[in-house]
Every structure is written in structure tokens, then in C-alpha cells.
């Protein structure tokens, strides 16, 4: 059942936006799990490999070493681990809250549906919020970090 106001894809603030919320972090969490995984499992290969390949083909010793480079690059780019690890910490958070809800336990303990409800509202927005805000610090942070190694690199 969807107001007038709310989009078919956008749910009301509440049990289906947690919903969507815990859908959405674990699908993430899942997704920067397997990229971070499988690059550094190449890495590993890969850097593994040099010591061989320097006796037998110096040139493809090189082209080894830059692959590894590439991919610690992408994965210093994407974050997969950092979000792999925020990303499930906070869709377990958000199912704590779903069954919390449901059992009427913890701080829904005797609330009436209609204040139940608006608790839910309030500490799932709290929880995404607090989700976005520590993702943009991240990014801000690493940003910051790029530019002291630019300036360092040019001086």
C-alpha cells in the first residue's frame, strides 16, 4: 500500500524501507566482498609468481609486478574491503533492529504500534544516516591522503 506522495521504488519510511535497507547492504556487502576476495587472490598469484618468472622472463616479471600494482590500485580506489566490512556491519545492525521490532523487545518493549512504528522510523534513518555519513568521511579521508602524496611526489 503506497500514499500519494511515495514513488512505487521508494517505500514509505518504514518496516519496507528496512526491508529494502537490509536488501540493499547485503547485496553490497556480498558484491565488495567478491571483488575484494578475488583481486587479492590474483594479487597473491600474481606476486607470488615474480621470483619464478625473474629467473626465466625478465619482461614478464615486469608486466606481473604492474598487474599487482593495477589491482592494488583498483582496490585502494573502490574500497572493497572497508565496504565489504561497513556495509555487513550495518545491514546486522539493521536486521537487529527488523527482529527487535517484530518481538517488541528492547526499546519497543510496550509501545503501541503507531509509536513502535515511528521508533523503527527514526533508528533505521539513524542507522543509514550514520552509514552515509561514515562512507563520506572515508572518502574525504582518502582524498585528503591522495593530495598530501601528490604535493609530496611534485616537492
Partial sequence: MTSSHESPSEPDSGYERLEQQIRWYDTKSVSAQHWYKRVKFVEFLLGSAVPFTANLHGPTTAVLGIIVIVLEGLQQVN???????????????????KY????????????????????LVERVEGLVSTEHSKWLSQQQLAHDKKQRRDQQSRG
Fill in 100 to 119: 527487535s521490532y517484530l518481538a517488541r523487545s528492547g526499546v519497543y518493549d510496550g509501545l503501541d504500534e503507531a509509536v513502535a512504528h515511528k521508533t
Fill in 79 to 97: 574500497q572493497w574491503q572497508h565496504n565489504w566490512i561497513t556495509y555487513r556491519s550495518t545491514c546486522e545492525s539493521l536486521r537487529h533492529e
